[in-house]
């Protein structure tokens, strides 16, 4: 206890650990300020890329629907289409 009294009556040891502590917990840019930016960065990492995935998904269905066929298809499949003398039952799973 002594010894560590001694260093603490050394004015750069105390200067030097009063910053540390000051620089490590009550600075605007702390360490867990640090910490959560970390953790939303990579957050956001995961974010893009699903979203780039998506964009890939929905770029490669956009090139089918070039074609009229595959048009007609996609909007009786997923939009309910139906022509003038058709019935649509849906069938559902859940």
Same mark, same amino acid.
């Not at 009294?5 to 009063?18: A, D, H, Q, R």
């Not at 298809?73 to 058709?86: P, T």
């Given at each position: 206890m002594e010894k560590l009294?001694?260093?603490? =009556? #050394? =004015? *750069?040891?105390?200067? &030097? *650990? +009063?910053f540390l502590i000051y620089m490590l917990f009550l600075d605007d840019v702390d360490i867990f300020t640090i910490i959560n930016q970390k953790r939303k960065y990579y957050r956001l990492l995961e974010a893009k890329a699903d979203v780039s #995935? @998506?964009? &890939?998904?929905?770029? &490669? %269905? +956009? /090139? %089918? +629907? =070039?074609?009229?066929?595959?048009l007609e &298809?996609?909007?009786?499949? /997923? @939009? +309910? *289409? @139906? =022509?003038?003398?058709?019935d649509i039952f849906i069938i559902s799973n859940e």
């Open positions: 009294v001694t260093y603490f =009556k #050394n =004015k *750069f040891i105390l200067t &030097s *650990f +009063l #995935n @998506k964009l &890939s998904q929905v770029r &490669s %269905q +956009l /090139n %089918q +629907l =070039k074609y009229t066929s595959e &298809s996609y909007a009786r499949e /997923n @939009k +309910l *289409f @139906k =022509k003038e003398n058709e």
